[in-house]
């Protein structure tokens, strides 16, 4: 599985971007995808995650950032809402895939989101 993200970009405080990934190769086995976010000096942070029907957030990005999924386009998208200098990091696309027991984590390149006060 390759994933291909873009969509970052600089903004100002309550301002949005939309991020995207576009997977590839066998994208049949994905369990599960998502997004996770890493600051300077910070461990990285599940941001958003897509199992099956179950979406999941992080705390602090609930009721500002969705994450959606197009299957036609093998597309998964970020919508980012009311950002916050805090949310400045390099974003990564990523994704749990294989068969049971032989399945592994892919990590798309990562795209820079600045947010200025």
């Known amino acids: 599985v390759q994933l291909q993200a873009s969509g970052g970009g600089s903004v100002q405080a309550g301002g949005s971007l939309e991020l995207s990934c576009v997977a590839s190769?066998?994208?049949?086995?994905?369990?599960?995808i998502g997004w996770s976010r890493q600051a300077p000096g910070n461990k990285r942070e599940i941001v958003a995650t897509m199992t099956g029907g179950t979406i999941e957030y992080a705390d602090s990005v609930k009721g500002r950032f969705t994450i959606s999924r197009d299957n036609a386009r093998d597309t998964v998208y970020l919508q980012m809402n009311s950002l916050k200098p805090e949310d400045t990091a390099v974003y990564y696309c990523?994704?749990?895939?294989?068969?049971?027991?032989?399945?592994?984590?892919?990590w798309g390149q990562g795209t820079q989101v600045t947010v200025s006060s």
């Open positions: 190769g066998s994208t049949f086995t994905i369990n599960v």
């Open positions: 990523g994704a749990n895939a294989g068969i049971v027991g032989q399945a592994r984590n892919y």
